[in-house]
């Protein structure tokens, strides 16, 4: 999956934004909306596209459609 970024909500729900490249953040940060995490690069197992970011969200072992969070 590339640079892996795993943020988590106060709701327990982690979402992993994977293909990240030149992090800004690191293991124990406090992040906020809007902060720039690092740059889209590439996820191994799609390196035919485009540099891109792959987004996961799971609230416990359960995946998520992240678009239901975007509407």
């Known amino acids: 999956w590339g640079g892996v970024v795993a943020l988590t909500t ?7 934004v994977c293909g990240v490249t030149n992090r ?10 809007g902060q720039q995490l690092g ?15 792959h987004l996961a969200v799971l609230q416990g072992e359960t995946y998520l ?3 239901g969070f975007f509407k």
């Open 10 to 16: 106060a709701d327990g729900t982690v979402w992993r």
């Open 24 to 33: 800004t953040v690191k293991v124990g940060d406090t992040g906020s909306i």
């Open 39 to 53: 740059s889209a690069g590439t996820v191994d197992c799609e390196s035919l596209l485009q540099p891109h970011i």
């Open 65 to 67: 459609d992240p678009a």
